[in-house]
């Protein structure tokens, strides 16, 4: 299945889906030393997004978010990429800085958790390679 969005930040990425329903914040709900995240009561609390391709549909937070990412992205522990519904300001400058590949306006109810997605963010593109253990 091929997903056609919009580029935030461009690249390319392969990689295994870490999905939440629920806005992500980057400043106090992930730790940007270890890229748990750490919010009490989200559906992601306890896991790690580092190395992950990170679904969810919007940021939420202080703008102090951005240089987090960037922070994640020099100590090693920052997602592969973002996809996200509507990426607003602060997930967006972060991507950008951190360098890392970005598309928003994705149906994301279309990603299973743990699918591995090929993203081509230079042309807004993300192919579900396979979903958990089906085989394309």
């Known amino acids: ?35 748990i995240i750490e919010e009490e009561g989200h559906p992601l609390q306890g896991k790690s997004v580092s ?11 202080s703008t102090v978010g951005s240089y987090t990412l960037y922070r994640m992205m020099k100590t090693g522990t920052a997602p592969i990429a973002i996809l996200n519904r509507e990426c607003e300001t602060i997930v967006a400058v972060g991507a950008i800085i951190a360098e890392i590949p970005c598309v928003d306006q994705i149906d994301i109810d279309q990603i299973p958790d743990d699918a591995v997605l090929l993203i081509d963010a230079d042309n807004g593109r993300v192919e579900v390679v396979n979903r958990g253990d089906e085989r394309s």
Not at 3 to 32: D, H, T, W, Y
Not at 51 to 61: C, E, S, T
């Open 1 to 35: 299945m091929i997903l056609q969005g919009r580029k935030i930040f461009g690249g390319k990425a392969r990689g295994s889906a870490m999905v939440s329903r629920e806005a992500v914040s980057f400043f106090g709900g992930v730790n940007p030393d270890t890229g």
């Open 51 to 61: 190395g992950k391709v990170l679904v969810f549909p919007h940021g939420k937070g």
